[in-house]
T-cell receptor
Framework: QQQVKQSPQSLIVQKGGISIINCAYE??????FPWYQQFPGKGPALLIA?????SEKKEGRFTISFNKSAKQFSLHIMDSQPGDSATYFC????????????FGSGTQLTVLP | DAGVIQSPRHEVTEMGQEVTLRCKPI?????LFWYRQTMMRGLELLIY????????DSGMPEDRFSAKMPNASFSTLKIQPSEPRDSAVYFC????????????????FGPGTRLTVL
C-alpha cells in the first residue's frame, strides 16, 4: 500500500534526447509527488514536485506528468545533457501531519555526449 | 545557510563497535529525518522527529539502532553494536512544516555519512 514503483532501473540516452522515468503508486492518500536528483557522493536534492490538482508541471527542461486515475506519474527531461547524468528518485507523501516520503527504487540516468 | 550538516562523512569501524552519526539540521526547520541508502534496499526512512519529538521509528531495523534529538539543532543516530550489514550511506534531512502559512514538504538532505563495518 505504501510502495512507489519506479522504472526503468537504468536509462541511457543520447545528448539532446528525451529521458522518461515512470512511477506508480497505490495509496490514494498520497497528495505530494516530488522527484529528487542525486549525484554520486551527494545527498538527494529536490528537482521538481507536483500535487494531484494539476496534470502537468514544467520547470525548464523538466516536466512532471501526473495521471490521477491511473495512479501514475512520470518525469520527462527534454534536451537531455551529460550534466543530467545522475540517479533520479520519485517519491510520495500523504495528507495530514505525516511528513515521511516513500521513495521509489531509483533510476540511474546516463546521458551520452 | 550552510544546509544540513552531517559528521563524520566517512566512518570505518569493526563489528561490535559503537557508531554515532551526527546531524545538524537547517536552522528553523522543525522536521528531521534519518534515512539509510543501500544498493539492495534503496532509500529507507529510519525515523523522523517533529519539534525534537520522535514521531515514527517504525523504520529502525532493530534495537541496536537508536536516535535522539536533544535540541532543535542537533540529532544523533547510534548503532550499538554495529554489524557488517549496517554498512550503508546514512542521510539526515530536514524540512519546514509551513512557510508563510502554506504547507511545505521539501526535504533538504545532508551529504551523508558512508559507514563501513568490517
Amino acid at each position: 500500500q505504501q510502495q512507489v514503483k519506479q522504472s526503468p532501473q537504468s536509462l541511457i540516452v543520447q545528448k539532446g534526447g528525451i529521458s522518461i522515468i515512470n512511477c506508480a503508486y497505490e495509496n490514494t492518500a498520497f497528495d505530494y509527488f516530488p522527484w529528487y536528483q542525486q549525484f554520486p557522493g551527494k545527498g538527494p536534492a529536490l528537482l521538481i514536485a507536483i500535487r494531484p490538482d494539476v496534470s502537468e508541471k514544467k520547470e525548464g527542461r523538466f516536466t512532471i506528468s501526473f495521471n490521477k486515475s491511473a495512479k501514475q506519474f512520470s518525469l520527462h527531461i527534454m534536451d537531455s545533457q551529460p550534466g543530467d547524468s545522475a540517479t533520479y528518485f520519485c517519491a510520495a507523501s500523504g495528507r495530514g501531519s505525516a511528513r515521511q516520503l516513500t521513495f521509489g527504487s531509483g533510476t540511474q540516468l546516463t546521458v551520452l555526449p | 545557510d550552510a544546509g544540513v550538516i552531517q559528521s563524520p562523512r566517512h566512518e570505518v569501524t569493526e563489528m561490535g563497535q559503537e557508531v554515532t552519526l551526527r546531524c545538524k539540521p537547517i536552522s528553523g526547520h522543525d522536521y528531521l529525518f534519518w534515512y539509510r541508502q543501500t544498493m539492495m534496499r534503496g532509500l529507507e526512512l529510519l525515523i523522523y522527529f517533529n519539534n525534537n519529538v520522535p514521531i515514527d521509528d517504525s523504520g529502525m531495523p532493530e534495537d541496536r539502532f537508536s536516535a535522539k534529538m536533544p535540541n532543535a539543532s542537533f540529532s544523533t543516530l547510534k548503532i550499538q553494536p554495529s554489524e557488517p550489514r549496517d554498512s550503508a550511506v546514512y542521510f539526515c534531512a530536514s524540512s519546514l512544516a509551513r512557510r508563510g502559512g502554506a504547507r511545505t514538504d521539501t526535504q533538504y538532505f545532508g551529504p551523508g555519512t558512508r559507514l563501513t563495518v568490517l
